[in-house]
């Protein structure tokens, strides 16, 4: 059954998409009605009941609650400049050329240990003298390690956020890290440059800001959801 108001309601819906030539009622019509034989043939198949369906309906029903349930929360943000430039003071745009051995996620030790050894013998080449560039050239892993390591300017949402504290507590242009673990491997960071709040889009900052606080929005009201519900860990299954 298809009833008046379920068609004036589509029709309405799909009028809405064309400004200069709006569909005809019976091409409404035809849409809606092979939509609903389309819909029934897929119950009778047992679609409904397919666990890869069932995904993908799933997906759709949690994508809509988030809209439902945070659209008008994130419409209320707003980003003053000054907010934006106090942001950026504190986590600027920096430049780095890192010394990097990497690892997979499921390394086994024994590659853990050879690969910190690999770190560390590029340690020791930079007390002995050798040129940060040189080295990476050399030793190091990655794409970066033909233009000697540099990582070029960065912001903080672009970085692991491991990596960008340690290349913070540098501070001084020119300064060089200890060895340091990220979920990637084993980096020794350079850090070779800072911009200053004058040389930055305040827009792109903002942006950055922006979609901090959507993250935070998100977080407290699944944080929020989580309290209404029993969740159970199984251990087992981390650790691997």
């Known amino acids: 059954m298809i009833t008046l108001e379920d068609f004036n309601k589509r029709y309405q819906d799909s009028v809405k998409f064309f400004q200069l030539r709006a569909p005809s009622k019976k091409a409404v019509l035809e849409d809606l009605i092979k939509r609903e034989m389309g819909v029934q043939e897929a119950m009778k198949t047992g679609l409904d009941k397919d666990p890869e369906i069932i995904e993908r309906v799933n997906t759709v029903l949690y994508n809509a609650l988030l809209e439902k349930k945070l659209t008008s929360e994130?419409?209320?943000i707003h980003i003053s400049d000054d907010e934006a430039k106090n942001f950026y003071e504190k986590n600027p745009e920096i430049r780095t050329s890192q010394l990097f051995v990497g690892l997979k996620p499921n390394a086994t030790a024994k590659e853990q240990?050879?690969?910190l050894e690999r770190i560390k013998k590029m340690e020791e080449e930079l007390r002995a003298g050798k040129g940060f560039a040189e080295v990476a050239q050399r030793l190091s892993d990655g794409p970066a390690?033909?233009?000697g390591g540099d990582m070029d300017f960065q912001a903080k949402d672009r970085m692991d956020p491991v990596y960008y504290e340690e290349a913070l507590k540098l501070k001084k242009v020119g300064k060089v890290s200890r060895i340091l673990r990220?979920?990637?491997?084993?980096?020794?960071i350079k850090l070779t440059g800072m911009k200053t709040w004058e040389q930055v889009d305040p827009s792109e900052v903002k942006r950055m800001v922006f979609g901090m606080r959507r993250i935070d929005l998100f977080e407290k009201y699944m944080n929020d959801l989580r309290k209404k519900n029993q969740v159970a860990i199984h251990e087992e299954i981390l650790k691997n």
């Open 145 to 147: 390690a033909v233009m």
């Open 182 to 188: 990220t979920p990637f491997g084993y980096h020794i």
């Open 74 to 76: 994130f419409e209320k």
């Open 113 to 115: 240990k050879d690969a």
